[in-house]
């Protein structure tokens, strides 16, 4: 299968990459990413010179380009998108742009070519808080708090009305936080890795006792890879790692595997909106296509950090430029720095 990926110069699209072009596989890729401050194509430097890999600089708000780039292609799967929360709440109107604009043009030029699978990698932000106790099954209704998970949501739905509409052949799956190699470290686990190497404070956000699922990227993949070759059109499948825990105890444990005291945690102030706990439901995807999370929380941890650890010139390369900028303005002083919230964006 000729496989059209969006997004795959980010963390998880380029992990994707690299699996389906691991010795053993049968399908080739066109690669189309904007390379924004997230893309990096030092992420596909072990496919770069793969005879399956095509690498097409676009944006996928750019129909024309987004065409030539998907004709010939036999499925997409869609990553590419602004996926960072925080900045969603900076700066929503790159969210908008890329993930509902961008989703819409991309179901467009797809049901043009008639393409025969359409993959849609959304989120479990998109389900809201999870009360104590509560898992998000497929069938729970969307309920977004940021502008990010709105935009995600609203792409999501784009998806199913063109499966209902259309007879379009779309398939959504919605994933818990990811963590592994090559994550951008505006996240929270590369963030704090990062800052540990450096003997830095680890900023907490709020009481530190929100919840989240963590799921390594290349279980996540796997997943993405069954739905895309085995799942059922005009479904959701929901995938999680089943590895629910505060982000107070994950930093905590951060600081025990690097060997780092715990003086190094600072309270900041809380993520306006900020969602408490997430928890998926993912009964589905293992029944009916077999796909269960392999890589133990503990066992990706420290492959994390001595990924980390090992490719310190990946680091410093990322976090130049743009990165430094957004970090100055934004959690420069994370005390005061959300107070910029009460600004309205500039456009
Ligand atoms: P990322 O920010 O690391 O990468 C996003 C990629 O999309 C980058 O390469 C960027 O250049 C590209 N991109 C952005 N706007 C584009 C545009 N307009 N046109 C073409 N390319 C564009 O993101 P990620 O963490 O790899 O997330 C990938 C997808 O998975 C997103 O859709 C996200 O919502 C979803 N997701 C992420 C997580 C997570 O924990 N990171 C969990 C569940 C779902
Ligand atoms: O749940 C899936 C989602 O996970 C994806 O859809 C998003 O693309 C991805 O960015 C991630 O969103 P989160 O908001 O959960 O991830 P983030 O790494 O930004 O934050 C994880 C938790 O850590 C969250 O509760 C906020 C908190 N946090 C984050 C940062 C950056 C802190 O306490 N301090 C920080 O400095």
């Known amino acids: 299968m000729k ?30 990413d904007k390379l924004t401050y997230a893309g990096n194509l030092a992420n596909l430097e072990p496919v770069a ?39 969603s709440i900076y700066e929503p109107a790159a969210a908008i742009q890329t993930n509902v604009t961008g989703t819409f043009m991309l179901l467009q030029t797809a049901k043009k070519l008639g393409l025969a699978k ?31 998970s ?22 959504i799956t919605r994933a818990s936080n990811n963590y592994g190699p090559y994550q951008f470290p505006e996240k ?11 003997d830095k404070p680890l900023p ?17 993949c ?9 799942g059922r059109i005009g479904e959701v499948y929901n995938i999680g790692g089943a590895d629910i825990v505060e982000n107070i105890t994950m930093a905590k444990a951060l600081l025990r595997a690097m060997g780092k005291p715990e003086t190094l945690l600072t309270y900041v102030k809380d993520r306006p909106g900020h969602d408490r706990r997430y928890a998926l439901d993912c009964k589905k995807i293992e029944t009916e296509l077999g796909w269960k999370p392999q890589i133990p929380l503990e ?25 430094l900028s957004y970090y100055n303005k934004y959690y420069g002083n994370r005390d005061t720095s959300l107070d910029a919230l009460a600004q309205p964006e500039a456009n």
């Not at 676009?58 to 010939?72: Q, Y």
């Not at 929270?188 to 450096?198: A, D, G, R, V, Y």
């Not at 530190?208 to 279980?219: A, F, I, P, T, Y």
């Not at 090992?310 to 390369?317: D, H, K, L, M, R």
Request: proline content about 3%.
């Open 3 to 32: 496989i059209f990926v969006t997004g795959g110069a980010g963390f998880i699209g380029s992990c994707f990459i690299r699996m389906i072009l691991a010795p053993g596989q049968k399908h080739s890729v066109v690669n189309y």
């Open 204 to 220: 907490i956000y709020g009481d530190g006792k929100q919840e989240r699922d963590w799921l390594h990227v290349e279980d996540h």
């Open 49 to 87: 010179r793969h005879a399956g890999y095509r690498f097409v600089k676009g944006d996928i708000c750019d129909a024309h380009a987004a065409e030539a780039a998907m004709s010939g292609c036999d499925a997409v799967v869609h990553f590419a998108a602004e996926s960072h929360v925080d900045r």
């Open 118 to 148: 359409f993959v849609h990698v959304s989120t479990d932000e998109v389900y809201g808080d999870m009360a104590p106790g509560q898992f998000a099954t497929e069938e729970t209704h969307v309920h977004p708090s940021s502008p990010y």
């Open 222 to 230: 796997r997943g993405i890879l069954a739905v895309l070759e085995r």
């Open 150 to 171: 709105a935009s995600k949501a609203s792409s999501d739905l784009l998806v199913y009305s063109y499966v209902r509409t259309y007879g379009f052949p779309g398939v």
């Open 299 to 323: 066992q990706g941890l420290h492959q994390t950090i001595d990924w980390y650890k090992t490719n310190t010139a990946w680091i410093a390369g990322v976090r130049g430029g743009d990165y």
């Open 188 to 198: 929270f686990m590369p963030l704090l890795i990062s800052n540990l190497m450096e």
